[in-house]
Nanobody, 117 residues
Framework: QRQLVESGGGLAQPGGSLRLSCEAS????????VGWFRRAPGKGREGVAC?????????????IYADSVKGRFTISRDNAKNTVYLQMNNLKPEDSGVYYC?????WGQGTRVTVSS
């Protein structure tokens, strides 16, 4: 069964950090692009970051970020763990929401991030 499972959400103070994980089962993540999205209370879904499939020769993956998180968030892969991460630094209250990962038309169940003092 193919599925994605997010983890790592929680409560952080403004300026703090969290690292989200997206672990896949049933398929190999390095063959596909993976996106992180979020939905803030009362708002629509927003794309946060995306990482391309790993190059079969160099293992390189390209990254794209929303302007609102550029310079603060970093998306990365650990192909050995079949996992994609979202490192979130210098968190702001407006980063609060439920974060989802998506790949190969599959979505995880989401992990909640709350940034508050």
């Amino acid at each position: 069964q193919r599925q994605l499972v997010e983890s790592g959400g929680g409560l952080a103070q403004p300026g703090g950090s969290l690292r989200l994980s997206c672990e896949a089962s049933g398929f190999t993540l390095d063959s596909y692009s993976v996106g992180w999205f979020r939905r803030a209370p009362g708002k629509g879904r927003e794309g946060v970051a995306c990482i391309s499939r790993s190059d079969i020769i160099t293992d390189y993956s390209g990254e794209i970020y929303a302007d609102s998180v550029k310079g603060r968030f970093t998306i990365s892969r650990d192909n050995a763990k079949n996992t994609v991460y979202l490192q979130m630094n210098n968190l702001k209250p407006e980063d609060s929401g439920v974060y989802y990962c998506q790949s190969l038309n599959y979505w995880g169940q989401g992990t909640r991030v709350t940034v508050s003092s």
